[in-house]
T-cell receptor, first 115, second 113 residues
Framework: AQTVTQSQPEMSVQEAETVTLSCTYDTSESDYYLFWYKQPPSRQMILVIRQEAYKQQNATENRFSVNFQKAAKSFSLKISDSQLGDAAMYFC????????????FGTGTSLTVIP | DAGITQSPRHKVTETGTPVTLRCHQTENHRYMYWYRQDPGHGLRLIHYSYGVKDTDKGEVSDGYSVSRSKTEDFLLTLESATSSQTSVYFCAITDRWNTGELFFGEGSRLTVL
């Protein structure tokens, strides 16, 4: 089975600064999807950004961008101009592109935003 | 927002009692999943379904069973609840031919005393 590793259990960032959350994964597949989900205290899981493995261009959604390094199996999330509302647990996820459609999640990074 | 409803949202029960959590979707998505979320473990897959009456085990399926008799409903049953099954349970859905992401329900917090 694929594994997803988030090596930073907790991170903090000053408001308006930039922070990068790390994620690595292990797979033998060439085609797959990667995601970052945000879970605020409300507990709702919210999609932040997605990346298709066949795309070389890094995905960007407003203040959120990724650094996708396929050969290194790395998928980091950069949050620019951090806001208080960015404080949450962030989960990295991997989805197989073949049959089964299974998703694998990392253990999460808790992000604190300091005013 | 994806139409996913979990019930109950909160439940306290005693060891040894049966518990059923329900997930209802209005999106007609083929794939449905049950995850549990525990501190330090992230989300772990319990069972998933790829169609009516088609289900398979995930990485933490022991002590759990599921059923899917209709596209819109996916039930998770704990036949005899144990304290180790105290957790937050999430239902999720996806459509293989759509955006590829998982859509989550609001979660159900289960406490087994």
């Amino acid at each position: 089975a694929q594994t997803v590793t988030q090596s930073q259990p907790e991170m903090s960032v000053q408001e308006a600064e930039t922070v990068t959350l790390s994620c690595t994964y292990d797979t033998s597949e060439s085609d797959y999807y990667l995601f970052w989900y945000k879970q605020p205290p409300s507990r709702q899981m919210i999609l932040v950004i997605r990346q298709e493995a066949y795309k070389q261009q890094n995905a960007t959604e407003n203040r959120f961008s990724v650094n996708f390094q396929k050969a290194a199996k790395s998928f980091s999330l950069k949050i620019s101009d951090s806001q208080l509302g960015d404080a949450a647990m962030y989960f990295c996820a991997y989805r197989t592109a073949n049959t089964g459609n299974q998703f694998y999640f990392g253990t999460g990074t808790s992000l604190t935003v300091i005013p | 927002d994806a139409g996913i409803t979990q019930s109950p949202r909160h439940k306290v029960t005693e060891t040894g009692t049966p518990v059923t959590l329900r997930c209802h979707q209005t999106e007609n998505h083929r794939y449905m999943y049950w995850y549990r979320q525990d501190p330090g473990h992230g989300l772990r897959l319990i069972h998933y379904s790829y169609g009516v009456k088609d289900t398979d085990k995930g990485e933490v399926s022991d002590g759990y069973s599921v059923s899917r008799s209709k596209t819109e409903d996916f039930l998770l049953t704990l036949e005899s609840a144990t304290s180790s099954q105290t957790s937050v349970y999430f239902c999720a859905i996806t459509d293989r031919w759509n955006t590829g992401e998982l859509f989550f329900g609001e979660g159900s917090r289960l406490t087994v005393l």
